[in-house]
């Protein structure tokens, strides 16, 4: 069964970082795109970061510069190291497989989601 499961949310004040994990397990996603979205309340899931199995990354124009996508494909696992957090980063943050179809940063393209990990940034 194939499962992907974030982790390493939590509360932090603003301009503070943290790291998201995302672990794969049941099946090796070392050459498929892998994206982190997030859901703020009342708003729809939006694409944060994705990279390619070799690496190449891209980012929502919001993030960038602040937030770095990453993958350890000997572990099947994709980070996002997120700096400089604000408030506006506040959401729950998923991260999931590119598929097939749509556009890179469409949700609709993307499966296996994982439950989400709440970050919460204090102002």
């Known amino acids: 069964q194939v499962q992907l499961v974030e982790s390493g949310g939590g509360l932090v004040q603003a301009g503070g970082s943290l790291r998201l994990a995302c672990a794969a397990s049941?099946?090796?996603?070392?050459?498929?795109?892998m994206g982190w979205f997030r859901q703020a309340p009342g708003k729809e899931r939006e694409f944060v970061a994705a990279i390619t199995w070799s690496g190449t990354t891209t980012y929502a124009d919001s993030v960038k510069g602040r937030f770095t996508i990453s993958r350890d494909n000997a572990k099947n696992t994709v980070y996002l190291q997120m700096n400089i957090l604000e408030a506006e980063d506040t959401a729950v943050y998923y991260c999931?497989?590119?598929?097939?179809?749509?556009?890179?940063?469409?949700?609709?393209?993307?499966?296996?989601w994982g439950q989400g990990t709440q970050v919460t940034v204090s102002s």
């Open positions: 999931a497989v590119k598929l097939g179809g749509y556009g890179l940063r469409d949700s609709r393209g993307y499966g296996y």
């Open positions: 049941g099946r090796t996603f070392s050459s498929y795109v």
